[in-house]
C-alpha cells in the first residue's frame, strides 16, 4: 500500500463458509500448522502463526479474511488500489459473499475476479451484474473469442503485442499481463498501453516505472552529458545501477549552470 502498487488476491473458503486470503490449499507452507485449510474453521485457522515462515518479524500474523483486507486496503492506501482476485474456490455461495464484502467497500470498479472458468464467470454475471470478471487467455484467438462475451470485462494474458492491447481496449475492456518479472518487458508493456501486470517484483517494477529523483534533472543536459541508467532484470539479484556520489554532485553542479 506503501509503495502505491495494486494487490493480488488468492481466495479459499474455511470449514465454517468464511472467505480467507490463502495462496495455497495447505496450511503447512506458510504457518506453523499442517492440514487442508478447508479442514480449519476460521477461529483455527487465526489461532495459526502465519508470519514466522517469511521473517521473525511478522510472527505472530495471522491469515486475514477477505473483509478484514478490503477494510486494509480502504484504511491504508494512498491511491485507489485495484485488486485483483484470485479464486482459488468458485461457487454460486462464494460469489455471493464475494459481492456482499465488495459492495460493502463500495470497490466494484477497481476490483476484478479470475482463475474461474467462463461457465462460472456468466454464472456470477447473472448473480451480480457489478462484479467485473477477467477471461484467462493466452493466445490471440482465444482473446477474440472471450471478448465477444458480455460478461466478461477483463483479459487476463501473457505478453501480447500493441495490436491486441488496442483491440481489447477499443472493446471497452481492460488487459493484464501475466507473469511480467523483466524490467524492460513492463516498461515496453507500459508504453503499449497495457493496464496492469502480475508480478514477483512489485518494488522493482515500480522503481523502473518512476524515474528517481536525480533522473529529472537530466533533460537540462546535453544527451552525451547525461547518465547512463543501467535497469536490469531483478531475476538478476540486483535493484539497479546506484549513481555514484560523485557523478551526482557533478550533475548537479552542472544542472545549476542552466
Known sequence: ??????????????????????????????????????????????????????????????????????????????????????????????????????????????????????????????????????????????IRRALQLDFVDVIWTGRQPKNVIDEVHGRGKQIYFTLINDAAEWMAAQADGVDGICTNHPLEMKRVASPRPQQFWDHYLSPDRRLKYDYRNPDEGTKGRNVPITALRALLANSLKY
Not at 37 to 59: E, I, M, T
Not at 136 to 142: D, K, R
Open 1 to 142: 500500500m506503501r509503495a502505491g502498487v495494486d494487490i493480488k488476491l488468492d481466495i479459499r473458503q474455511t470449514l465454517d463458509g468464511q472467505l480467507v486470503v490463502l495462496h495455497d490449499d495447505t496450511v503447512d507452507r506458510t504457518t506453523n500448522g499442517k492440514g487442508r485449510v478447508v479442514d480449519f474453521d476460521l477461529a483455527q485457522l487465526q489461532s495459526l502463526d502465519a508470519g514466522s515462515w517469511f521473517h521473525a518479524d511478522f510472527r505472530g500474523e495471522r491469515v486475514p479474511t477477505f473483509e478484514e483486507v478490503l477494510a486494509l486496503t480502504i484504511e491504508k492506501e494512498r491511491r485507489p488500489t485495484t485488486i485483483a482476485i484470485d479464486l482459488k474456490v468458485t461457487g454460486t455461495s462464494v460469489a455471493g459473499k464475494l459481492a456482499r464484502a465488495i459492495a460493502r467497500y463500495g470497490l466494484f470498479e477497481r476490483t476484478f475476479l479470475f482463475g474461474m472458468s467462463l461457465e462460472d464467470a456468466s454464472g456470477i454475471e447473472r448473480l451480480d451484474g457489478r462484479i467485473r470478471c477477467a477471461a484467462t487467455a493466452l493466445s490471440a484467438a482465444e
